[in-house]
């Protein structure tokens, strides 16, 4: 590593440390207080809470790093731009990518850090979030895993509808134990043709059996008549020819928010025969498990640009576009995910619009600054031009896409008010298009001839 990129990453690492480590401990201290009162309630003890948040750190730290990396590059190209630092480096013959390609690598390695978080450990604590408080006033341990009473689970590729009176999502062997269940098999035409009951029963992932212990076999005739019966109230019989894992009959209960990538793959393995909307949302969180991590490296692209200005005005006109920006980033992230959920949009898609549009942008004022250009100036009619071109472009993009893959005809977009959304991001698109070339034709210099 050469002495410039040293000087440029020390000066980027301390402003990044100090504003990570802030927003981490002002997100812990304000879920601290809006939880101190169910604490109080349960009477948590402090060990209890402590374990509370250190399994939550991961979660936190996921939606930290990319307001640490905004502003510690803003806070450290600014300050290098205000003391001529960077102008030294372009006059000395690097060019804009040379100087910044430290801080590339630091969004490649913060990218990569939120994806190993967001893989497992992020969605998991998210899951003990949901259900840590109410084991608290239980008096129970936040990591202690609690059985799912009265589950229903119903396989339509065999036809068997599962009914456990105590599903225990964890036990010696890593596999769910079943507690007093009740099995039916059925014809495609719902004829009843046998029923399990067991008190007990347990899967042999190496043998992939089912093993069933003090229970009872019924058969039926086609007339639904009992045909025979095998009571084993003291024994055990083994099922070999079931489908079913522990795991599809367990996932129906589970969100999809908190599940992990290898979990959000075998759910979606294992289901692959529910109805599209009921899998939607697990889909869209698949996507959205590796489409956020992505968000420190385009936060990169386009503080980078907004953070090398000449002058004390630009400074705060680019930390404020920076954090508008950001802010925006969230709430399209949000949008988006709800668009996906609700088969608006392909819910492998929707996750990365986000990412997309604003990585756009980010290229393009890297481009500018790359050629020493100034960025598009909002008072001025060239510079709205500008803007209106940045924007028109991925929204007619998106509208072509969806219209190219015939989704306005499908049931996706029922309803009067979802139907023409790709219609409506092409026109949006295509207006903007149109007043952005305008503009650009007609503010561009006119070449004046002076006469003699």
């Known amino acids: 590593m050469k002495l410039l990129d040293r000087y440029v990453l020390r000066n980027f690492l301390e402003p990044f440390f100090i504003c990570f480590g802030g927003f981490l401990a002002i997100w812990i201290i304000f879920d601290i207080s809006d939880n101190s009162s ?13 374990v509370y948040y250190l399994t939550q750190l991961p979660q936190y730290s996921l939606v930290c790093l990319p307001v640490g990396v905004l502003l510690g590059l803003l806070y450290s190209l600014s300050r290098m731009s205000r003391s001529n630092e960077l102008i030294s480096m372009l006059t000395a013959g690097r060019s804009v990518f040379r100087v910044l390609l430290p801080l590339f690598g630091v969004g490649v390695a913060t990218t990569g850090l939120s994806l190993y978080l967001n893989w497992e450990i992020a969605p998991h604590a998210e899951q003990i979030k949901k259900v840590a408080i109410e084991k608290m006033k239980r008096h129970k341990k936040v990591l202690e895993a609690e059985p799912i009473p009265a589950h229903l689970f119903r396989d339509r590729l065999s036809n068997r509808t599962w009914f456990v009176k105590k599903l225990h999502p964890s036990s010696k062997n890593n596999e769910p134990r079943f507690d007093d269940i009740h099995v039916t098999q059925q014809e495609p035409d719902g004829r009843i043709t046998c029923k399990w009951y067991a008190s007990r029963a347990g899967y042999n992932s190496a043998t992939h059996t089912w093993k069933l212990d ?13 045909d025979q019966t095998d009571s084993f109230l ?3 019989r083994l099922i070999t020819d079931w489908n079913e894992t522990p795991w599809r009959v367990a996932s129906s209960e589970l969100d999809p928010q908190g599940l992990s990538v290898p979990e959000l793959y075998d759910y979606l393995r294992y289901n692959s025969d529910f109805p599209t909307p009921q899998l939607a949302p697990y889909r869209t969180h698949l996507a959205d498990r590796f489409a956020l991590p992505f968000a420190c490296f385009v936060v990169v692209l386009i503080a980078a640009p907004l953070g090398i200005v000449y002058n004390r005005t630009g400074v705060a006109l680019a930390v404020a576009g920076a954090l508008c920006i950001f802010f925006g980033m ?8 709800a668009m996906g959920k609700g088969m608006r949009i392909d819910p492998n898609v929707s996750p990365w619009m986000p990412d997309i549009i604003l990585g756009v942008i980010g290229l393009i004022l890297y481009r500018y600054r790359a050629t020493n250009r100034d960025l598009p100036n909002l008072a001025s009619s060239a510079g709205r031009a500008t ?14 896409y969806y219209l190219a893959r015939n989704l306005p005809h499908s049931a996706r977009f029922a309803g ?6 790709p219609y409506d991001c092409l026109f949006v ?20 001839i002076a006469h003699a």
């Open 330 to 337: 969230i709430l399209a992230h949000g949008f988006f995910m």
């Open 387 to 400: 803007v209106a071109i940045f924007l028109g472009i991925p929204l007619a993009g998106v509208g072509l």
């Open 416 to 421: 009067p008010i979802w139907t023409s959304i």
């Open 429 to 448: 698109g295509a207006v903007l298009l149109l007043y952005g070339i305008i503009g650009t034709i007609v503010s561009r210099p006119k070449l004046k």
């Open 214 to 226: 003090k229970g009872l076999i019924v058969t039926f005739t086609p007339e639904g008549d009992i």
């Open 38 to 50: 169910d604490f109080i309630e349960a009477r948590a003890p402090i060990k209890e809470i402590a």
């Open 234 to 236: 003291t024994g055990s």
